[in-house]
């Protein structure tokens, strides 16, 4: 049986320790018995050519998510209180071409309490949660992330929890010899 490969979508990319991170979540994917695919795998730039730079890393990681058989997302907060879009993207197109996401964000807290942290709510005459920024409402289901993501796929504490959640969407298990099997 073919090993099952995993999308590491997420903002660990764009870090200096990114080869550090992604040997981490290497490891603990093979742990579990995924394959782990990065958006840098096998990307090749052209400087001279019909596509410009962005293009080409576009197009690279849209094919890699295709021959992916799903996606490990990170949602920890990017430059701000909400996950990286790209990452957010990459978790909708997994979804919507029918492929397993499952996502992890670094902290215990709701939406709510992460903006609250940063002092960047308040409560108006009605009790809603509002944005000092620009006023507007800010979710308070108690979500660690948007709905839209909280509601779409596990959002779990660490990348350890939803790479397991994963191998199971995925059929992978351990067998009682230690090997692990795909039953997919």
């Not at 782990?36 to 990681?61: F, K, R, S």
Request: proline share 6%; net charge negative.
């Amino acid at each position: 049986m073919t090993t099952p490969r995993v999308y590491l979508a997420g903002p660990d990319l764009f870090f200096e320790d990114r080869d550090a991170r992604y040997a981490r979540l290497r490891a603990a994917c093979a742990h579990a018995g995924l394959e782990a695919v990065t958006p840098t795998d096998g990307l090749e730039v052209h400087t001279e050519g019909p596509l410009p730079l962005a293009e080409q890393i576009y197009q690279h990681n849209l094919h890699q998510l295709r021959t992916c058989d799903a996606v490990l997302v990170n949602l920890s907060p990017f430059r701000g209180v909400e996950p990286d879009s790209g990452s957010v993207f990459e978790a909708a197109f997994a979804l919507a071409t029918g492929k397993p996401v499952a996502g992890w964000i670094g902290d215990a807290w709701s939406t709510t309490q992460r903006r609250a942290v940063l002092r960047k709510v308040w409560r108006d005459a009605d009790g809603r949660v509002r944005d000092k920024t620009d006023g507007g409402l800010v979710e308070d289901f108690g979500l660690p992330v948007n709905l839209m993501l909280a509601c779409s796929f596990a959002v779990m504490p660490t990348p350890w929890h939803a790479i397991d959640r994963l191998a199971e969407l995925l059929g992978v298990e351990l067998r009682a010899n230690g090997v692990l099997e795909s039953h997919a």
